[in-house]
Each structure stands twice: as C-alpha cells, then as structure tokens.
C-alpha cells in the first residue's frame, strides 16, 4: 500500500525545491540541444543547394535533389528512432544517470563532427552530413525516455507536470535560438562578402565563405551541451529508480537526501527495503503487462505517431510555405546569403509566436486542467484550423491574403505545443512501472518519429504540385498543399480518439498510476483513502 513506501512518499510529498529547478534545467539543456539540432538543418537546406547543386546554365539556384534533400532533412530522425529505442532499454537496465551522460557526448562530438567533411565534392560534403548526423540523432533518441523520466521520478505529484513539461518546453528555445543564430551568421557573412542577386550573376551569388556559414550554424548545437555536461554528472540515481529496479532503499534514501531536504527514519527505511523485496515483477512482454498497461502504450504511442506526422510534415517546410504564400521573394532574386537570412527570420518569427507560447501555456496549466483535456483541445483545434487553411486554400494563396494564411499557421503551432506535442511527451514517463518507464517512454517516442519520417518525407512528395510543369525539380507530381493539409487534418482526428486510451495522470502519484502499489496488498476498502497516513487527531 501507499504508506509502505516511505521513501516514494517523502518524494511525492516534498515541497517544490532548489533542486527541482536545477534538474529542469540540467535536463531541459539536453532538449534544447536537441531542437537546435534537428530544425537548424532547415534553415541552411537551401544554401547547402546553393553552393553543391549550382548548374550554370539554370535559370533558378541549385537545389537538392530529392533524395538527398531527403536524406539531409530525415537521416536524423532515423538515428533519433534507433536511439529512443536503445537509450530507452539501456536506461531501465542501467539506471538512468549512467546513461543520460553517454546520450550527452555522442551529440557534441557528431555536431561538432557534422560541420567538417571529407572532401569538397558534393558526394562526399552530404555523405559526411548525413553519417553524422545519424549518430547525433542516435543521440538525441537517448535524451528524449530519460529527461522526461528523470524530471517525472523527481518530481513531485503536485507540479509533476509543470515540471516534466517545462523540460521539454525547452524545445522551443533550442528552434528560436537555432533561428537567431542563423540570422546573426548570415547577417555577418553577408556584410562583409557583398554579392549580386542570382540573376545578375548565377556564379557570383553564392560566395565562396558561404561554405563556412552552414558549418558553424551547425556546429554551435555542441556548446549548449558541452555546458550542461558537468553538472548532468553530478546528478545522483533518481530515488525511484534506487528503490523500485536496483532495491536499495538505503542508497534510494541518501541519494534523496543529498539533493531534496526530507530524510527518513533508520526503521523507516528497514521496512521499505522489506517491502521492497517482495514485489512481484513482471515483463514487457508479459500477459499481465498487455492486461494493465497494453492500451496505454497502444494509446500514447498511436497518438505520439499521428501528432508527429502533422507537427513535422509543418516543421520542416515552413520555408516551402512562405514561399507559397509569398512571404520569401522568389529565390533568383536573392544572393545564396540573403535567401538564408530571410528564411532564418521567417522561422524565428514562428517560433517566438507560435511555438514558445503554446510550450508555456502548458506549464502553466497542465497540472490545473490536466493532460487529458489539454490533448483533447489540442488535437481538437489542430484540426479545426488545417481545415480552415486547406478549405479556403486559394484565398490565402492570392496576393494580399498571406498574412492570414501564416496567422492561421502560428494557431496550428500554437495548439500543438499547447497540446499533444506536450502531453505525449509527458504522459508517458507518468503511467508506466519504474522497471519499464524509460523503455515505454522509447516506445512511443520512437512511434512519433516514425511520425516525423512520414511527415517529413511524405509531405515532401505529397505537397509536390498536381501540374507536373510546377513541381519542384526533380519531384514527381504529387496531390498539392490542399490535400496534403486535409490528410494532415485527418491524422489529427485520429489522434483525438486514440487519447481516450490514455489514463488521466494528475495529482496521482507515479505508484499509484503504474499500479505498483497493488502488487502486494489488495487495496483498502472503499470509502477509506490509502493516503491516510496522518492520523486524524493527535489523541489518536
């Protein structure tokens, strides 16, 4: 029962902490490390076209053909799939901090990494990019099961939430700040190397120390994480993990102590240890995994998969939209450094409007209204709004009607983010027992970057022009923005009834959730609340 477990007690009642701030941090850094990674791919996508796809004769700037551009944009979340999967098992086995400082280094050696290449010929430059960019996202895969379990076992049951989702609120940061680094490099290249725009000199447009600017917007993803590399160290073993998968109360207890203020009684912790040992344990394979917790991997990870394919086919090609929307003049009358610059500005405009907003609406109100009514609503007016940008699409394309398109979009995020994007990222690191947390939390992660990979790439061949003279080159026709926006809707739909799955986690505690507290004892009657372990009166 509840009480037995005093030191998951001590941790589920303690006052918001110190300490608490600084593992939102320590863990927050590593997500911002992340987004910075995977979106500062966009903003140079077009330069990288620019510079190794030049063709003279070419009435447009060089782009990436299909396949590589392909390969550059979705490599990473290849490499992110295979290590939420991994890092998500090795946490559970290994315990979460050993792991969580191995995800940390293999992201600041492949982006260092990532900005040099063999060579100079096109074939080797995207070879090099793409190798190591599926290394750092095997990295980043790691960060996503053990931040969000580390800051869900630490964190109390009353700001849980606020806590786990101001972590990964830290996303929003990492793309507008992927952004202003963006602008500042193309800003300063483009002072001090002057060129014509590419239909008055093709050639002379793209200068050659444009090579360097891509490089070092990339490379800069290593410093955040290079920072929060010490401190991610020191951070002790989450007591639940201590207690619930290792059994070791006493270590659990100390570990507690060194960083929350509560400690325990010496016989306090003699009979958690008992308690501990006689917990039955069962798989993730097992029977009686599917019968308690089988719909809700099946829920989090359909709806984990259904957000990503509409957050990512959005996220990446932004620059494509604001084109369509005549937000970006047409690319031939730019210089390479130019187009760079105005796509950076564009994106860090979203993301100040759209995206940083909506991840803060969420700390703020996840533990107050819930996870469930914010996915709901999410999902609920993600919908709403593609089809008021897929409906009326011709409208919004003509002249003079752009800004209502790109206020409609910045809704879109902001639901998102204030929205599924959040709760599935924090849902799963609540309901799953501690033996299986970070490898059910790889689960559905891992299902939402096979999202992203649908996303991204289907929506690169799906928003392709019906008319095959309007295609970009290279692109087979495909069934147009419109479409592609109804289909996205579509996928939202699902994810709203996926959620019913999914169990409401607030103001539960972790063993409560995970039913760990009825694997002894049968739980009380009703009428009689397991939290009582205060008697009612002194007298008592």
Known sequence: MAHDHKVLDALDAAKTQWYHFTAVVIAGMGFFTDAYDLFSISLVTKLLGRIYYFDPSSRTPGTLPPNVSAAVNGVAFCGTLAGQLFFGWLGDKMGRKKVYGMTLMLMVICCLASGLSFGSAPKGVMATLCFFRFWLGFGIGGDYPLSATIMSEYANKRTRGAFIAAVFAMQGFGNLTGGIVAIIISAAFKARFDAPAYKDDPA??????????????LMFGAIPALL????????????????????????????????????????????????????????????????????????????WFMLDIAFYSQNLFQKDIYAAVNWLPKAET????????????????????????????????????????????????????????????????????????????????????????????????????ARLRSTCHGISSAAGKSGAIVGSFGFLYAAQSTDPTKTDAGYPPGIGVRNSLFMLAGCNVVGFLFTFLVPEPKGKSLEELSGENDDEEAPPPSGQSNQQTVPTNLSE
């Open 334 to 433: 730019m210089n390479a450094l130019e187009e760079m610059f105005r796509i950076s500005r564009a994106q860090t405009l979203v993301a100040l409007c759209g995206t940083i907003p909506g991840y803060w609406f969420t700390v703020f109100f996840i533990d107050i209204i819930g996870r469930f009514a914010i996915q709901l609503g999410g999902f609920f007016f993600m919908t709403v709004f593609m089809l008021g940008l897929a409906i009326p699409y011709h409208h919004w394309t003509t002249p003079g009607n752009h800004v209502g398109f790109v206020v409609m979009y910045a809704f879109t995020f902001f639901f998102a983010n204030f929205g599924p994007n959040s709760t599935t990222f924090i849902v799963p690191a609540e309901i799953f027992p």
């Open 228 to 303: 929060t590399y010490y401190w991610r160290m020191k951070m002790p073993e989450t007591a639940r993990y201590t207690a619930l998968v290792a059994k070791n109360a006493k270590k659990a207890t100390s570990d507690m102590a060194r960083v929350l203020n509560v400690e325990l009684a010496e016989g306090q912790q003699q009979k958690a240890e008992e308690e501990l040992e006689r917990r039955e344990e069962y798989g993730l394979f097992s029977r009686q995994f599917a019968k308690r917790h089988g719909l809700h991997l099946l829920g989090t990870a359909v709806c």
């Open 204 to 217: 002379g447009s793209t200068v050659p120390q444009a090579d360097y600017a891509w490089r070092i917007v």
